[in-house]
């Protein structure tokens, strides 16, 4: 992976700064600036009645949560620390505090957005953060807390790109994005390129890695997700800036655990109302300085 191997690269750099005393990692203009990221305080004696997934966490002494590990600012492994940061990293930390677990007790496991319903349904992981997109269709088979953040499709190109102004300047381009995402669904469902001009892999990394390599013309799915891939390549790489749908993210549940959901739904809205989740958003994704909205919660 062409990407990765560039973000190794900038490891290099890091190491460099961090030999300086310099906070920093391998992650460019995406990594979050750690020191101002807040402190998660773990609950004590949490109870949750009447949910199973919560039963089995408590039962096997850790949470399990699905993630992305190749989005920049929101869901990354770093390959040579193996550590996870981004908004969607500390918003399930935050979670996993609320209901009694401890970072050390968090097992990270990446599932890519077109085996997300399965992963949660099959209980290979206890919650899903990593840029979900809440809607009716995936609400048949888990259940969504949030919008923990709203977010909307764009495109990336390279810098150079001049033709590509919005969705409507993509037919005859070859478009990238991920199998199983609503922005793939969006490009197929709205023609904005022939079928043949489509292209697809599990996660977005590899589309940035194509793009980068002139294989592709643009790569499409939520801008906060492309201004991660922007800002790790900002001499090769630019963000449009026009977003064509919406995109609110929530945690994957297991459909029928309504207790669970709640208490989420809870642990949300408080860093919500207390600062925390303005906090995280300044640190991970509003390094660029823009400005969150920040969401109104659905609860059902
Ligand atoms: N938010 C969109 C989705 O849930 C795109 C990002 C992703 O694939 O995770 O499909």
């Known amino acids: 992976m062409r990407f990765r191997t560039l973000a190794a690269g900038l490891l290099i750099g890091g190491l460099v700064l961090s030999a300086c005393g310099k906070e920093g990692g391998p992650q460019g203009g995406a990594a979050p600036n750690e020191a101002a990221l807040p402190?998660?305080?773990?609950?004590k004696n949490v109870q949750v009645a009447g949910s199973p997934t919560f039963a089995r966490m408590k039962?096997?002494?850790?949470v399990t949560i699905g993630v992305k590990d190749d989005q920049p600012g929101l869901g990354y492994k770093d390959p040579t620390t193996n550590e996870y940061s981004g908004f969607d990293i500390e918003i399930a930390k935050m979670v996993a505090a609320d209901l009694g677990f401890s970072a050390k007790q968090i097992q990270y496991k990446p599932v890519p957005s077109e085996a997300r319903e399965q992963a949660i349904s099959n209980g290979d992981v206890d919650y899903y953060v990593g840029t979900y997109t809440i809607n009716d269709e995936r609400k048949q088979q888990v259940s969504?807390?949030?919008?923990y953040f709203n977010a909307g499709q764009d495109l990336l190109v390279r810098k150079e790109e001049n033709s590509i102004k919005g969705p409507?300047?993509?037919?005859?381009?070859?478009?990238?994005?991920?199998?199983?995402?609503?922005?793939?669904e969006n490009v197929r469902k709205e023609k904005l390129t022939q079928p043949q001009n489509i292209?697809?892999?599990q996660g977005y990394s590899q589309c940035v890695d194509k793009l980068l390599a002139n294989e592709v013309d643009a790569v499409t799915t939520d801008?906060?997700?492309?201004k991660g891939y922007a800002a790790e390549e900002p001499d090769k790489l630019k963000v449009v800036g026009e977003t064509f749908s919406e995109e609110p993210y929530g945690i994957g549940l297991p459909k029928d655990d309504k207790a669970l959901r709640t208490k989420v739904s809870d642990?949300?809205?408080?860093a919500l109302d207390n600062g925390t989740w303005q906090k995280i958003y300044d640190a991970?994704?509003?390094?660029s300085g823009s400005k969150a909205q920040k969401p109104k919660l659905e609860r059902y």
């Open 59 to 62: 039962k096997n002494q850790k």
């Open 168 to 184: 409507d300047s993509l037919k005859g381009k070859k478009v990238c994005s991920a199998t199983g995402s609503t922005p793939i």
């Open 199 to 201: 292209v697809e892999f």
């Open 144 to 147: 969504f807390a949030g919008p």
């Open 39 to 43: 402190k998660y305080e773990v609950a």
């Open 267 to 270: 642990s949300l809205q408080q």
């Open 223 to 226: 801008d906060a997700i492309l």
């Open 284 to 287: 991970t994704l509003g390094k």
